[in-house]
């Protein structure tokens, strides 16, 4: 009988970035060999418990007893940044409580310093010399040996051979105009993701906007406001296929002030479309790698951009992604790590 692997988080099967790449490990871990079994607070999982989501109210805290209750039978479980960020911290330590000398990978999307609203949270992430931490970039994996906890990098992989949408094909499906730009911005809508920029973009480029992500954090109101005193059309609306969204449009708009990652950042290059970016920090690191981007803040190149149709940058990009992010490695990148603790199904 196959080992089993569970995949613990606050939320899973959804179209947040977390849960997004939480899928994918759960592919790789199956092609391994491992069982999997998933174990959240919200979402569509094999066990449920409330207390885990982030917004779970602390009477309703959950409780060591049910934790160990729904990992009982797991050989080894994956942390899906649960044990990284306090958006629960009464979850974070009852989690890391019940995994105390077991096998475990906490996996790290964010950490608390990276974040303005963690800036004053005193500790880092728990450690048990029974885990290992991974993270999705080597700044945080640096930021981590700060702190005495040794990490290994595993950077975010993605279907680099999916079937590219013509133009309009996408817009037929959505029903959107064949004779406007349209500008996307593949984000949730919260601060740190700075729909403003993207909004001015398609403004400057006369291009409709969508935004594809829900407001979390508080943000509603906010966005309401932009939306509203938008001096182009908005699309404000999610999308289960980003095939198709990234086919429809002329380009993508990505101008977080954080992330852990940036998975636009990388689909866009898959499925050939130009990125319009603002800085942050990892995005240094994913440059090396040797990707070419427009600035968001710069109309001016983008239009020029758009009006040369710059099909030899495309193809460059397209072809950095398929070199170094490729889903097709990961199990191999997985079992290694697993192979190093001792862990097999």
């Known amino acids: 009988m196959s080992g089993i692997a569970a995949i613990v988080s606050f939320r899973l099967g959804g179209t947040d970035g977390v849960s997004r790449e939480a899928a994918k490990w759960e592919d790789a871990l199956r092609a391994l060999g491992w069982r999997v079994v998933t174990v959240a607070g919200q979402g569509p999982v094999d066990r449920c418990l409330p207390g885990l989501a982030i917004d779970a109210p602390m009477r309703a805290g959950v409780q060591a007893d049910e934790v160990a209750a729904a990992l009982d039978d797991a050989d080894v479980v994956v942390v899906e940044n649960l044990c990284s960020l306090p958006l629960n911290p009464w ?44 993270t999705i970039n080597r700044m945080s994996e640096r930021e981590l040996a700060d702190r005495g906890i040794r990490a290994t990098t595993l950077y975010n992989a993605f279907d680099v051979h999916v079937p590219l949408l013509a133009k309009h094909d996408a817009r037929a499906a959505l029903g959107l105009d064949d004779n406007r730009r349209v500008v996307l911005q593949p984000t949730r809508a919260i601060a740190r993701k ?85 800085w942050y920090p990892v995005l240094d690191e994913l440059r090396e790698f040797g990707f070419e981007w427009l600035p968001v803040d710069s109309p001016e190149a983008v239009r020029e951009w758009l009006e040369v149709d710059d099909v030899a940058g495309l193809d460059h990009n397209q072809r950095v992604a398929r070199q170094h992010f490729s889903l097709a490695a990961l199990p191999e990148r997985l079992g290694t790590l697993f192979e190093a603790q001792g862990w097999r199904p």
């Open 194 to 278: 700075n729909v403003p920029a993207g909004l001015r973009l398609a403004e400057e480029l006369d291009a409709v906007f969508w935004l594809t992500g829900p407001a979390e954090e508080g943000y509603g109101p906010e966005l309401a406001s932009l939306l509203d005193g938008a001096t182009v059309p908005v699309v404000h609306r999610p999308i289960a296929d980003m095939a198709v969204a990234y086919g429809a449009c002329d380009v993508v708009a990505f101008p977080s002030t954080f992330e852990g990652f940036g998975n636009p950042v990388i689909e866009a290059a898959i499925h050939r479309r130009p990125l319009a970016v603002a």
């Open 91 to 134: 979850a974070l330590a009852v989690v890391a409580g019940v995994l105390e000398g077991r096998p475990a990978v906490l996996r790290h999307h964010d950490l608390p310093w990276q974040r303005a609203r963690f800036a004053d949270w005193p500790e880092p992430p728990p450690d048990d010399p029974a885990w290992a931490h991974v």
